[in-house]
């Protein structure tokens, strides 16, 4: 194991990298002169390029040592942090942020290929564990953490923490990690291809908008905080957030084993983050405790919801496990992108972050529409089964 300790902490700088914007937009947008909606698109540019650079880049991976393509991306993830850092205008921002994310979607499949060839059998699910784990503190640790720093160092010291990071865990991937080849990411094509699956399409479909609504909104923390109470201290609910994903990451896994029906527990997680994230507004009105408990539920519904998808894709695909799983994770971050591009437009035609928080409700309904039908198909179709048998 202690081959592939320092790829955690890779992970670890491309989540806190990929949302610490949500924490501080208003720095960012009094620095550019430029509006919070148009801020916010630094995460969709980061997401989306996360979501979409591996399985387009894939054949062309083939062809490099694992390693060399490990550091490579790692070195463009380091790079593209200090042009963020020294960006002059909103263009060079928002290419510094895409250039990020390519960097880091490179680097996580390649990473966790590593990780699993780098150990015995009996250990490689600790491993890759470490690893989602890196990436999942980054985001629910980092960003409140990446906030608490802005007041001291500014949101550009922010960025030069994530650079600090990034190269400890580059340093310990050139001198830990072994020359190794693992296979490359699965490809775009073949990842639309198991699209063809009914099952699968309409399993990634609700993943693709269990992101847009929780990812989509978390990138508008701030303004929604802010414009609802009038409180600038977004520090608390971005902990009490980050504090319920990682009880829902520790937790989901023993509900998984316990229950035996992934699908039926997301109904229930997808019911609770919807409920959650519709309260916000009201609760915000409270200047109690209670404020923070839809922060904490919405936070643990929305890292909760992962696990029982990759669980459903497996037993729908066994033989291409790699591939579906890969899926899930692209339409996760495609989520966000589309989730964040789709708010700023909401916020520039000039609604409410009122309106989206209920919009993002909405469409957290829609996710639980779709997985009810997927309940009764499933259990439509084991009917069936009973009877011809």
């Not at 580059?170 to 693992?182: A, F, R, S, W």
Request: a positive charge; one cysteine or more.
């Amino acid at each position: 194991m202690k081959n592939i300790l320092f790829l955690p902490i890779a992970m670890f700088a491309f989540g806190m990298d990929a949302y610490v914007v949500a924490g501080i937009i208003p720095e960012i947008s009094t620095s550019f002169q430029i509006t919070e909606a148009e801020t916010a698109q630094m995460v969709t540019a980061f997401t989306l390029c996360y979501a979409l650079s591996a399985p387009i880049l894939a054949t062309l991976l083939a062809s490099f040592p694992t390693k060399k393509a490990l550091v490579l991306s790692m070195l463009m993830f380091i790079a593209a942090n200090l042009v963020t850092i020294f960006s002059t205008h909103l263009t060079m921002l928002l290419a510094s942020r895409a250039l990020a994310g390519i960097g880091a979607g490179i680097f996580s499949p390649l990473a966790a290929a590593s990780a699993a060839s780098l150990v015995p059998a009996d250990k490689k699910g600790r491993a890759l564990g470490l690893l989602l784990g890196g990436m999942s503190a980054g985001t629910v640790v980092g960003v409140p953490a990446g906030l608490a720093l802005a007041t001291w160092l500014g949101w550009q010291g922010v960025f030069a923490v994530v650079i600090g990071i990034a190269i400890i865990g580059l340093i310990g991937l050139v001198l830990g990690v072994p020359q190794i080849c693992v296979a490359p990411p699965p490809s775009l094509k073949a990842r639309v291809a198991l699209l063809a699956s009914r099952s699968v399409s309409m399993t990634i479909t609700v993943t693709f908008l269990t992101a847009v609504a929780s990812l989509g909104l978390y990138s508008y923390l701030a303004p929604v905080i802010t414009g609802i109470t009038q409180q600038t201290n977004l520090t608390p609910y971005l902990w009490v957030w980050g504090l319920g994903g990682m009880v829902g990451s520790f937790t989901i896994g023993h509900l998984i084993d316990w229950v035996k029906h992934p699908r039926a527990i997301l109904l229930g997680i997808l019911t609770l983050m919807s409920v959650a994230i519709l309260s916000i507004p009201s609760s915000l009105a409270l200047s109690s405790i209670i404020a923070f408990v839809p922060f904490f539920l919405w936070g643990a519904a929305g890292w909760s919801s992962l696990a029982p998808q990759q669980h459903t894709l497996i037993s729908l695909q066994p033989e291409q496990s790699a591939a579906v799983v890969a899926l899930n994770s692209s339409s996760n971050y495609l989520g966000g992108a589309v989730g964040t591009l789709l708010g700023g437009l909401w916020l520039g035609h000039g609604l409410s972050v009122t309106q989206l928080v209920y919009a993002a409700a909405a469409v957290g309904g829609v996710a639980i529409a779709i997985q009810i039908g997927i309940l009764r198909h499933n259990t439509h179709s084991v009917i069936k089964e009973c009877k011809s048998a």
